[in-house]
């Protein structure tokens, strides 16, 4: 990863001793791809964006949460009024006995999985412990950092209890309607769904839906389901050999040509223009990768 924009330690803790510390993005403005020397809980609380994650999309907004490792790389783009926060760490660090894998997915080589949800009273109750956190964190005098951390470990253990998959819509039954609506959207990437409906069942008002969804997340309701279905048309253009038609049918396109005017209208390319440029790009990548890798050792060899 030649020229890789890397996020130090030095600049995100206070001193050597620092293992936890709270970074306020209010907003999240468009912030390149990078790696860190620590590691980040991502908590978005209103807002939009996509969020690129070892180049997988994700269009987030309220009630996302991401665990990212110290290698993995991301960026954000395409933001409206994002607002999150970063809860950033290093394992090496933190001197609790506490068994920090189990709550946190991908810790000390632990199964990885990156994106989940939270709903509103989880997020109510992360809210509080995130403030109390922060001011901890920025204290300078005893045991500053011992409180930060038992504070960490109650944070790492209520967004355990809170989260869920991403389309688990039984997990949402005692959330907020919001909860469950972008939950039921997330489970409709490759069939047709209806708010009419949703709103019967769910015994409420469309309207009000409708305009409760837009002030926290910045979008319509059929732009946040077309964006989450692009994401994943995305992610399947670039990692598997599907027909294009396939694609479009697995993203909730009955029709791969409406499909193909869809995506380029959002993307700005074709679906397989895209898919051509990034794997041309990931190709590269990965050859430069291989050229600086052997570089490197032929250089140690020469030394030796």
């Known amino acids: 990863m030649t020229g890789q924009l890397i996020l130090r330690k030095a600049d995100f803790f206070t001193s050597p001793r620092q293992a936890v510390a709270v970074a306020d993005r209010y907003p999240q403005n468009v912030f390149a791809e990078h790696t860190h020397e620590f590691c980040e809980l991502v908590l978005v609380w209103r807002g939009n964006g996509l969020h690129l994650l070892n180049d997988r999309p994700y269009r987030i907004t309220r009630g996302d949460l991401f665990y990212i490792r110290a290698e993995d790389k991301h960026s954000y783009a395409s ?13 090496d660090r933190l001197r609790l006995n ?91 990437l490759n069939r047709t769904f209806t708010l009419d409906l ?40 670039q990692h598997s050999e599907l027909l294009i038609g396939d694609i479009a049918n697995r993203c909730g396109f009955e029709d791969s040509n409406y499909f193909s005017v869809v995506f380029n209208r959002e993307v700005g390319m074709t679906p397989g223009q895209w898919r051509h440029r990034h794997r041309t790009t990931a190709r590269s990548v990965r050859h430069a990768e291989a050229d600086n890798i052997g570089g490197d050792n032929n250089h140690h060899t020469a030394k030796a």
């Open 79 to 91: 933001v409206n009024g994002l607002a999150l926060q970063n809860i950033i760490y290093c394992p």
């Open 198 to 237: 949703f709103c019967a069942e769910q015994a409420c008002s469309e309207r009000a839906l409708r305009q409760q969804f837009r002030s926290q997340t910045g979008m319509t309701v059929n732009h946040y389901l077309r964006q989450l279905r692009i994401c994943h048309a995305q992610y399947l253009l």
């Open 98 to 188: 506490v068994d920090w894998s189990a709550h946190i997915p991908g810790l000390f080589g632990t199964p990885w999985m990156p994106h989940w949800r939270i709903g509103s009273s989880g997020m109510a109750q992360a809210r509080q412990v995130i403030a109390l956190l922060e001011q901890e964190s920025n204290k300078d005098e005893p045991l500053a950092h011992e409180m930060a951390e038992l504070l960490f470990a109650q944070l790492a253990a209520t967004l355990r209890r809170h989260r869920f998959a991403t389309d688990n819509q039984a997990a949402t039954q005692s959330e907020a309607l919001l909860d469950k609506l972008i939950t039921a959207l997330a489970g409709s």
